[in-house]
């Protein structure tokens, strides 16, 4: 399932994440996130994109593009992904299609979550969120217990730096202008749903729920066997990985596979299927290619068969020509 979720900054769109990926078992492609690594990284696309985030402004599109290009060709994403904050303007929106195009994967449903810019306001002035899971509170209408204490884990609570009063007016502005115009895009394209981002999560998930209800993932054209060319210098993954954890601490990738699928069953369970399903198209691809192998061998066999047939004629009628013309002159 291809899902692209679009809604202003703090309209509950990584919230709502949280479920689908359970619910469909496909990874969150969050451009935030991925800068925002970046940005701790201290790489050098993150000092870039530092100023820009914090200015509540885009980051340019060629950046943003090259980091979904090489998002989505990553083995987990193969069964699908949830965009959240991609795109943000419609030539993302384009870049986006072509991508999928290319791959034979279009987008199943896009959501535009939609809510009050007041709401948004207070939403995101009081957003927290937890740096070990992940959870959000909120220190108006849902304030952990202890000030900077997740409640859920005991980690550590964040308020983001572009989450301040000025930068947000500018957050907004920004997706008024480019963001929202991908709602008439996608509505054009017959794939959009509208959601009312309005109360409880568990309303919203549940208005989601319907609005995908019966809805199954379109099916995958293969194509010929070719690599997209590689993001240029805009892999912010190992980068950041990378720089986190040294070399000696690293576990080895075997090993890191091992404890990932002994700790938790829905990684072994989805790379399992991930790979059987890559296997199940190269295998039908192959079987096709094998077929039209035979079927060429065949004709070409045809062809030399006649090929002597056609010489041996020649041949005959040659000697034939070789005798009339001999006697024909001695007539003369
Ligand atoms: P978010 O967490 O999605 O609100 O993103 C935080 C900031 O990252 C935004 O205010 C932008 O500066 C930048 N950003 C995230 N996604 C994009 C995108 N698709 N295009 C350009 N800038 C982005």
């Known amino acids: 399932m291809r899902l692209v979720l679009i809604g202003a900054p703090g309209s509950g769109k990584g919230t709502q994440t949280k479920f689908l990926i359970e619910k469909y078992n496909i990874p969150q492609v969050s451009t935030g996130d991925l800068l925002r690594a970046a940005v701790a990284a201290q790489t050098p696309l993150g000092r870039q994109a530092k100023a820009v985030m914090d200015a509540g402004q885009l980051v340019p599109n060629d950046?943003?593009?090259?980091?979904?290009r090489e998002r989505i060709m990553r083995p987990d994403a193969e069964n699908g992904f949830i965009m959240d904050g991609f795109p943000r303007n419609l030539?993302?929106?384009?870049?986006l299609d072509r991508l999928l195009a290319n791959l034979g994967r279009p987008i199943d449903a896009v959501l535009q979550?939609?809510?009050?810019?007041?709401?948004?306001?207070?939403?995101?002035?009081?957003?927290?969120?937890?740096?070990s899971c992940g959870t959000l509170f909120n220190s108006f209408t849902n304030p952990p217990s202890i000030d900077t204490q997740c409640d859920n884990c005991g980690g550590t609570l964040h308020h983001r730096s572009d989450d301040n009063e000025e930068t947000i007016n500018r957050r907004l502005r920004v997706y008024e202008t480019h963001t929202q115009p991908l709602a008439a895009y996608y509505s054009n394209k017959g794939n959009l749903h509208v959601i009312d981002g309005q109360g409880t999560v568990e309303e919203i998930k549940k208005r989601i729920k319907s609005a995908l209800r019966g809805m199954r993932s379109s099916r995958i054209k293969l194509q010929p066997v070719t690599q997209q060319p590689a993001a240029k210098a805009v892999n912010t993954r190992p980068e950041v990985i990378r720089t986190q954890v040294s070399d000696k601490q690293k576990p080895a990738?075997?090993?890191?596979k091992r404890e990932a699928a002994a700790t938790n069953p829905v990684v072994r369970k989805r790379s399992k299927r991930t790979v059987s399903?890559?296997?199940t198209a190269y295998r039908a691809q192959l079987k096709t290619l094998q077929n039209e192998l035979k079927t060429v061998k065949s004709e070409l066999r045809d062809v030399t068969r006649t090929e002597k047939l056609l010489a041996r004629e020649v041949e005959k009628n040659e000697a034939a020509l070789e005798k009339l013309t001999e006697k024909e002159a001695s007539l003369k």
């Open 63 to 68: 950046i943003v593009i090259g980091m979904i």
């Open 113 to 131: 979550i939609n809510v009050d810019f007041d709401l948004l306001m207070q939403r995101m002035v009081g957003r927290l969120t937890c740096l």
């Open 277 to 279: 399903a890559a296997q």
């Open 91 to 95: 030539e993302q929106a384009e870049a």
């Open 253 to 256: 990738p075997r090993q890191k």
